[in-house]
């Protein structure tokens, strides 16, 4: 299937964004605290990009994490 999501474009640089003040500060503490313990779940991360919270899915304890995304750069 072809991928044709408007991510396709910016795949490859998007992980830079997570090193943006914003993200490491703000966004990425808030999702931690969000997610919470995570031991023994299995998760679907729905349009999971390039796995940044896919992996912290597992760091918190999940055993299975399933990622999804309709952008083949982004995966
Ligand atoms: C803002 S990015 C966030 C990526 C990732 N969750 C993160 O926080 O790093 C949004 C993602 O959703 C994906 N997406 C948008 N619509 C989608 C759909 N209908 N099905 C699957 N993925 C989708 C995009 O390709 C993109 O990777």
């Known amino acids: ?10 795949g490859a640089a998007y992980d830079a964004v ?3 003040p ?5 966004e990425i503490p808030t999702v ?3 997610l919470g313990d995570l ?3 299995t998760v679907l991360d729905l349009g999971c990009g390039t ?3 896919a992996r912290i899915c ?3 304890g999940a055993t299975t994490v399933v990622g999804v995304d309709n ?3 982004m995966i």
Do not use: N, V
């Not at 914003?22 to 703000?26: G, I, Q």
């Open 1 to 10: 299937m072809a991928s044709g999501s408007q991510y396709d474009a910016i």
């Open 18 to 20: 997570k090193a943006l």
């Open 22 to 26: 914003a993200a490491r500060y703000a």
């Open 32 to 34: 931690r605290a969000l």
């Open 39 to 41: 031991t023994r779940l």
């Open 51 to 53: 796995g940044h919270y």
């Open 58 to 60: 597992r760091e918190l």
């Open 71 to 73: 952008s083949a750069e």
